[in-house]
T-cell receptor, first 114, second 114 residues
Framework: AQSVTQLDSQVPVFEEAPVELRCNYS??????LFWYVQYPNQGLQLLLK??????LVKGINGFEAEFNKSQTSFHLRKPSVHISDTAEYFC????????????FGKGTLLTVNP | EAEVAQSPRYKITEKSQAVAFWCDPI?????LYWYRQILGQGPELLVQ????????DSQLPKDRFSAERLKGVDSTLKIQPAELGDSAMYLC????????????FGPGTRLTVL
């Protein structure tokens, strides 16, 4: 079975600063990786996903993530954050193939301060 | 833009009472998911439907939880009787059929059991 570890439960940053949210996964088989964002009292929205190919994945809202197979990591980055990026961010992993479920990490609360 | 609809958005109930949540997926989405998200945690899959059939309900507490999708469109999740530990956000998501099709999430129902 696969699992996901988000190394930071909270990340406070100042506006326009760069940010990195860390995610490590464990799996004995090939996986697909995802980052979701959740604003207060809302559902989850997909930011980006890695299925195959280029290890650098670009998503919405200026976010990007890099898949590192040797380090089993999928860290999320943004070069300059805005107040509106304040939200909970979830890393998720899915075993390759059909009908395998998404396994989510516990989330990282990103708080962008003025 | 098509969205996943859920109702109610908020539900407060007393323990031992019955509660039901409703989800209407995006039109044409054959796959429907129910997740439970406990405060401070990532979502956990409770049940997955493909059309009207259950694909995965391994994490559904079947002694008190039930889910149905009778016509392969909208779905209902029921808890009877509710317990204090059931307080959580219940999220519904839908996707088209296929291995890696994006799951679109509804706004969720926040359940508080007193």
């Amino acid at each position: 079975a696969q699992s996901v570890t988000q190394l930071d439960s909270q990340v406070p940053v100042f506006e326009e600063a760069p940010v990195e949210l860390r995610c490590n996964y464990s799996s004995s088989v090939s996986v697909y990786l995802f980052w979701y964002v959740q604003y207060p009292n809302q559902g989850l929205q997909l930011l980006l996903k890695y299925l195959s190919g280029s290890t650098l994945v670009k998503g919405i809202n200026g976010f990007e993530a890099e898949f590192n197979k040797s380090q089993t990591s999928f860290h999320l980055r943004k070069p300059s954050v805005h107040i509106s990026d304040t939200a909970e961010y979830f890393c998720a992993v899915k075993r390759g193939g059909s009908n395998y479920k998404l396994t989510f990490g516990k989330g990282t609360l990103l708080t962008v301060n003025p | 833009e098509a969205e996943v609809a859920q109702s109610p958005r908020y539900k407060i109930t007393e323990k031992s009472q019955a509660v039901a949540f409703w989800c209407d997926p995006i039109s044409g989405h054959a796959t429907l998911y129910w997740y439970r998200q406990i405060l401070g945690q990532g979502p956990e899959l409770l049940v997955q439907f493909q059309d009207e059939s259950v694909v995965d309900d391994s994490q559904l507490p079947k002694d008190r939880f039930s889910a149905e999708r009778l016509k392969g469109v909208d779905s209902t999740l029921k808890i009877q009787p509710a317990e204090l530990g059931d307080s959580a956000m219940y999220l519904c998501a839908s996707s088209t059929s296929g291995t890696n099709n994006e799951q679109f999430f509804g706004p969720g129902t926040r359940l508080t059991v007193l």
